[in-house]
């Protein structure tokens, strides 16, 4: 297939070079907004008089039967093609003839291949979008069910206070909305018509940027042609988003992972997200959240090879700039196929309410309840800290824990003890009792809950 740039060169190159140079094997995937962003192109350049009407027409015709074709597994994309764009123009010029030959007026392959990413990532975001939707509301819905369900919140990994499995939920989907926010922000951006701004200094042609834009849904074009056709800030803005989202689903994961040990068995996951062992029948292992957790370096790794592609090249287009679209389209794949098994796997989550609350009992978690009691009765902060510090002291060494120890022992600790200590060191009052705003009590939680699903 002869070269697009066949002029001053041969056209011939080494084949490891010419294999090298290649982009075909990956920016195929963007032969449908390679198509439909040459369709309007073709439709500005008849509306200005560039080519005839006629010509467009013909030109948008042939390259919709091309669209139908690949779509309906018609016609397969060469590989020894270029690229994408090279491969759907000779297509094109194979069938229609000569009116093909002129869909390349007034651009460049520099803003066609720009064209062309925006409009995949455009989708890219609102897919993600949508699926972080599914998601924020499957985790909503497991958070309703136990938003009275105790269990040990945790510092340091250190049992600390108790909260309940349903506000642990509502913390990862406030995290979700604030991701989704991200990716609807960064559409913005994205959403920028670079066509038109050819190689990198515009064109003499009389083009009509905004209408080609128009109708191609962008919201505006961009100003400098330069720019146009030379940042993908807005790729490593995608890029950073993708990674953000990871870091919380990792996190997530890491705690299922945890949470789902014999150690913990706080949660345990369906079978359906989970492997056995070849050699240890016993073994369940959590198989989806551990590559989860691991593909979110892979994001990272995305996210680092386009910021280091990019951080030395002059004004304007580089061929290290076809560096961009692998780990693009690897982070698109992976953050989908990840934010799917996610969903399907907190919904199947099964949560074992009773190991949970026995977990917040022996933690001691209740101590600041107890110290805040001391304080109730008297005590200033510091010697209530000091003598609950005690009291945890004295039940560990003993067996007990603090709803089970005797009043008289509670009072050698403190003389003015009474009945009343157990109403405030309970587990359950000691969750309902939070009910600040953003708090753990059942209250609360379904105040959260109730907030997201409005966004929603």
């Known amino acids: 297939m002869e070269k697009l740039w066949k002029g001053r060169t041969s056209g011939e190159a080494d084949a490891a070079a010419e294999s090298f140079n290649s982009s075909i094997g990956f920016d195929s995937r963007l032969y449908k907004e390679d198509i439909l962003g040459s369709v309007a192109h073709a439709s500005m350049l008849g509306k200005c008089g560039i080519i005839t009407e006629d010509e467009a027409e013909q030109i948008k015709e042939g390259l919709l039967s091309i669209l139908a074709d690949i779509d309906a597994g018609d016609l397969t994309i060469d590989t020894q093609a270029e690229d994408i764009h090279t491969f759907v123009e000779a297509t094109l010029t194979a069938r229609i003839g000569e009116a093909g030959k002129k869909l390349h007026t007034a651009r460049s392959r520099n ?3 720009a064209l062309d990413t925006r409009m995949y990532l455009r989708e890219a975001c609102k897919d993600i979008i949508a699926a972080l939707k599914t998601l924020t509301g499957v985790i909503a819905d497991k958070a309703d069910e136990y938003k009275a369900a105790v269990m040990p ?3 340091h990994l250190q049992a600390a206070q108790p909260i309940t499995y349903g506000q642990l939920l ?3 989907a406030m995290m979700l909305l604030r991701d989704a926010d991200r990716f609807k922000d960064c559409y913005k951006r994205v959403n920028v018509s670079p066509i038109g701004c050819c190689a990198l200094a515009g064109t003499t042609y009389g083009t009509d940027r905004p209408f080609e834009a128009s109708l191609l849904g962008f919201d505006s074009i961009c100003i400098n042609s330069l720019d146009g056709v030379s940042d993908r800030d807005f790729c490593i803005e995608f890029l950073s988003c993708a990674s953000i989202l990871m870091m919380h689903f990792s996190r997530f994961c890491e705690e299922t992972v945890i949470f789902s040990s014999a150690q913990f068995g706080f949660v345990t996951p369906d079978d359906a997200f989970t492997t056995g062992s070849s050699i240890m029948p016993q073994k369940k292992n959590p198989d989806p959240a551990e590559l989860i957790r691991g593909k979110t370096g892979r994001v990272y790794g995305d996210l680092l090879t386009l910021l280091t592609v990019m951080k030395g ?3 304007a287009y580089n061929k290290d700039m076809q560096e961009d679209k692998e780990p693009l389209f690897d982070a698109v794949d992976t953050v989908k196929a990840c934010t799917e098994v996610l969903t399907g796997m907190i919904k199947t989550l099964k949560v074992n309410t009773d190991k949970m609350k026995k977990a917040a009992q022996l933690g001691f978690i209740n101590a600041t309840d107890l110290a805040d009691w001391l304080v109730s009765k008297g005590l200033p902060f510091r010697e209530a800290y000091k003598t609950a510090a005690k009291t945890v002291n004295y039940c560990a ?5 603090l709803e089970t120890l005797p009043i008289g022992k509670y009072r050698e600790f403190f003389g003015g003890a009474d009945e009343s200590v157990y109403e405030a060191v309970n587990i359950d009052n000691a969750v309902r009792r939070r009910t600040s705003a ?18 929603l």
């Open 170 to 172: 509502m913390a990862y």
């Open 313 to 315: 090249l002059p004004l």
């Open 438 to 455: 953003g708090g753990t009590s059942p209250d609360s939680v379904a105040e959260q809950i109730k907030y997201v699903k409005s966004i």
């Open 153 to 155: 919140g945790f510092t």
């Open 111 to 113: 803003d066609q291949v």
């Open 397 to 401: 060494e003993n067996g007990y824990v």
